[in-house]
């Protein structure tokens, strides 16, 4: 039978509803401040340069990227990337996203060995990331047991790559924070940024543990339920806001925040 229940479902619909929760919370947070203009009228784009050249990165370029929230800083090429609601804007959010890249492009100048561990483990995320579902959902249409377990461990590879990366981004937050408030910024605005890295950095836990109890029950159960696939969590942290904190790997190596 395709379709039955299992107690383990419950860890799928936990997991989901946990990222559903944090994707909100953050996005409620930026969407709040993102409406606060700073008293400094600094564009997020000046912001970051000005991190960028106050820190020794004088040679780290920075460029207006399209879509929403893609901002991300790209280790390969030197190159931070700001999203164009970021990259022109002087919103208290802005700011503090653009600061946070920042904080990225100073770990890479001062050689962050996390960030070294987590760019090197790229490819073995998009592959886990690519190839989990199809081989997970093709191994049960086939009945064959060792297709999903091989899906379940391309899974757990990502599992492994959103682990890392959060002491990446928690740091990169820290240093944004820190050198906002040595005198960039005034006391109030510095809050909102702490609201919006705060609330990045819940979605980023959370959903680390929304993958973790999808992965668990894909181990214990046999099959999903009806209507909700084992990384149901994943397809959540793949939201807008949600992927621009959850860090999904693309193939040039860029990370996003």
Known sequence: MFYYYDP????????????????IKVSTTYSK???VPSSTRMTGAQMARQILDDN???NVRIERISGKLTDHYDPENGVLRLS???????????LGVAA????????????????????TMVPIANIGSGASIPLF?????????????????????????YVVTLPVEFNASGRAVQVL????????EVRG?????????????????????????????????QGLSVPAAEGLMKGDFCRHVVFIADQRGALPL
């Not at 799928?12 to 509803?17: P, V």
């Open 8 to 23: 383990t479902y419950w860890l799928i619909i936990l997991g989901a509803i946990v990222a559903l929760y944090a994707q």
């Open 100 to 119: 946070h890249e920042a904080g990225h492009a100073i770990q890479d100048a001062q050689d962050y060995a996390p960030l070294r561990i987590r760019s």
């Open 181 to 188: 408030e040595s005198g960039y910024l005034p006391e109030d």
């Open 137 to 161: 959902m093709l191994g049960l249409i086939l009945s064959w047991e060792p297709l999903v377990k091989i899906g379940i461990f391309c899974f757990a590879l990502a599992v492994l790559f």
């Open 193 to 225: 940024v702490k609201a919006v890295l705060s609330a990045a950095a819940l979605c980023c836990r959370r959903t680390a543990i929304a993958v973790a109890a999808a992965q668990t029950g894909a181990h214990c159960g046999q099959q999903p339920p």
């Open 84 to 94: 164009s609601e970021v990259y022109g804007s002087d919103s208290v959010a802005a």
């Open 33 to 35: 401040w993102s409406k």
């Open 56 to 58: 020794g990165c004088e």
